[in-house]
């Protein structure tokens, strides 16, 4: 079976149909130990240094894997793919656009979702006894998130790890589907977590990694983490086009606003840090989400992989501890 990347979550089920091997190329790149490096290679080929950290490594990631092709999201994720593409064709590497619709409506979806049906010679009925055969693993990680913010045994770590694998399924459903099995196994014979304080992650998953680590260990718990919860699609749906017109990640800070606030009221969250990654047109949305969500708010920046920055860890510091001073 050949491996198909890809740049952002898109209709997996397609790539599952037509027995491709999927791969998220942001889950390989930032799970390297020379994730650094991968930047620094992509800087050395040409890419400017005012670009997000992310799609360089993305760059250097697709090279080294050599994927049958890349499915590139042109639209509803980074403005920087088109020129990815580009650069990943100058290397002889298969490119396939796939677009989220700027309007968020069922007919654009449907035809975005058709056009990589018909690319890959798969049809309707196969995608969606897929997608049926899948029921059982994003259930998996529905229990998971609610082990999380309801149960309290669950990490923000954890939480983010296994709804963000769900992009790919670490490129193999049935061992992903066991792996699930196995930890909500383990984690349902622990004592819950006594945290501090609770907090709410939204924006784009982080590159730095030790963010949940280091909240944990000064006294507060992410539960909820925005964009990977819609990367496993949360929702119970009739047909895929429905899932991807319900999933909000590609649509808007609007759209996604709505799920943010309905989430933190659920889960009785205190305070919200907002990721923003450097150089992305993203950062501009901080001041939506800013001026809309009335909770104690924290807007933290990063830029390339590594471990949180010493001003980060103070900022952090700083909120946690104002946040445990108001409760």
């Not at 656009?97 to 069922?106: C, G, I, L, Q």
């Not at 149960?151 to 490129?171: A, P, Q, R």
């Not at 260990?217 to 919860?229: K, L, P």
């Not at 990654?277 to 104690?296: A, G, N, S, V, W």
Request: glycine fraction near 6%; proline fraction near 4%; hydrophobic fraction near 40%.
């Amino acid at each position: 079976m050949q491996k198909i990347a890809f740049t952002t979550s898109i209709p997996v089920e397609i790539l599952l149909a037509a027995n491709k091997v999927p791969v998220d190329l942001n889950n390989i790149f930032i799970a390297d130990q020379q994730a650094a490096a991968m930047v620094e290679k992509a800087e050395e080929a040409g890419y400017p240094r005012n670009t997000c950290g992310w799609i360089k490594g993305l760059y250097s990631v697709a090279l080294e894997s050599q994927p049958e092709a890349v499915i590139a999201v042109m639209q509803g994720d980074c403005s920087n793919t088109q020129a990815l593409m580009e650069t990943l064709q100058l290397k002889g590497i298969k490119t396939i656009p796939f677009a989220f619709p700027f309007e968020r409506d069922r007919e654009g979806v449907q035809l975005q979702i058709k056009k990589l049906m018909h690319y890959f010679a798969v049809d309707i009925e196969q995608v969606h006894s897929i997608k049926q055969s899948l029921e059982e693993v994003r259930n998996l990680l529905r229990q998971i998130d609610t082990m999380t913010w309801q149960d309290n045994l669950v990490s923000g770590g954890e939480n983010h790890y296994y709804l963000v694998s769900s992009s790919d399924f670490n490129s193999d459903p049935l061992q992903f589907k066991k792996d699930l099995y196995d930890f909500i196994a383990g984690a349902k014979k622990r004592q819950p977590f006594k945290d501090e304080v609770r907090l709410a992650y939204i924006g784009v998953p982080p590159i730095f990694t030790d963010l949940y680590a280091v909240t944990e260990s000064m006294g507060a718990r992410i539960v909820f983490n925005e964009v990977q919860r819609q990367f496993s699609m949360p929702y119970v749906t009739a047909d895929i086009y429905q899932q991807y017109l319900m999933y909000t990640y590609p649509y808007g800070a609007f759209a996604r606003l709505e799920d943010i606030e309905e989430q933190i009221r659920l889960r009785r969250v205190d305070g919200v840090i907002h990721y923003t990654q450097t150089f992305c047109y993203r950062q501009i949305e901080d001041m939506i989400f800013r001026e809309k969500i009335d909770l104690p708010f924290l807007t933290l920046e990063g830029e390339g992989p590594g471990k949180l920055d010493g001003r980060s860890r103070m900022r952090m510091e700083a909120f946690i501890n104002m946040l445990k001073n108001i409760k």
